[in-house]
């Protein structure tokens, strides 16, 4: 196909060059004739590179065109997984930015966050980086939080020092998303700090302000305390981790184990729609 198309604009140029070297006079035969054969020549040459120009520009936008629609494709599949798990995600990547002494960044593991959260999820990048993924991350759990910060003025880096001033902290947070809450009195709290109550549904917190891990006495205290009280769930709430036992622990005995972060999405959760016990 090109070769004939390169013949048929070689004759055309030809032809023409043919009519317009008809003013060269006998004695410029030679001139007359290298005239006819390079302008047809010459001719095809420029056709043909605006024809591959052409066919580039054709190429490039659409491989663009498929990049961007990868990269929209990619972004609403990790916006759906974020917001399925928010709360948890939020954490995770809170805890991945160590900060020293000095204020500044020692550490910074948000890559093996996310791509654990990815491969967790099932999300498959088509045409994202992981590190544009973690800055799209990054971005979307910003700008939720500062929409929160700014309906219900909870921030969950405003989290106190002091452990009895945690307690009242997550009792506040609690209430500004709708519940109803009370902070028992010191030793006789029975291992629940904090009773909160939405929708029917009634939950003894056990509030633990940790530099270390969560172990399973908290678990044990926390179910205690729900059975004395009579309540509906049971909670420990940490700005640490859970030992390993603990996790295994909260889930035989029905305990909820949840950070700062999931303050706010807690009404939500499927296990507070059923006020049976444990």
């Known amino acids: 196909m090109k070769i004939l198309r390169i013949i048929f604009f070689y004759c055309l140029f030809w032809m023409v060059a043919l009519i317009a070297g008809l003013g060269f006079s006998t004695e410029n035969i030679g001139a007359y004739m290298a005239f006819t054969f390079l302008a047809p020549a010459l001719g095809v040459w420029l056709m043909e590179r605006r024809i591959s120009r ?5 190429q490039e936008s659409a491989e663009a065109e498929v990049f961007v629609t990868r990269i929209e494709s990619d972004k609403l599949a990790i916006r759906e997984q974020v917001e399925r798990h928010l709360p948890a995600l939020s954490r995770n ?57 700014g309906e219900t003025k909870f921030d969950v880096r405003s989290i106190p020092l002091n452990g009895y001033e945690f307690e009242y902290w997550v009792a506040e947070g609690l209430e500004r998303f709708g519940w109803k809450t009370r902070v028992t009195q010191g030793s006789g709290d029975q291992g629940v700090d904090v009773i909160a109550e939405i929708d029917g549904v009634s939950v003894g917190f056990q509030c633990k302000l940790y530099s270390g891990s969560v172990g399973n006495k908290a678990v044990q ?12 769930k049971a909670a420990v709430l940490t700005n640490a981790d859970f030992t390993k036992s603990a996790k295994e622990l909260a889930v035989s005995t029905g305990v909820l184990l949840l950070s700062p972060d999931d303050i706010p ?13 444990i």
């Open 221 to 232: 205290e926390a179910y205690s305390g729900m059975k004395h009280f009579g309540l509906d």
């Open 54 to 58: 052409k066919r580039q520009k054709k």
């Open 93 to 149: 990547m809170r805890k991945a930015i160590k900060i020293n002494d000095y204020g500044a960044t020692a550490s910074d593991k948000r890559y093996v966050v996310v791509a654990e959260f990815l491969n967790s999820t099932g999300v498959e990048l088509r045409q994202m980086s992981l590190m544009h993924a973690v800055s799209y991350i990054s971005t979307l759990l910003e700008a939720e939080e500062n929409v929160r910060r």
């Open 265 to 277: 999405t807690l009404s939500e959760r499927p296990e507070l729609n059923s006020q049976s016990e």
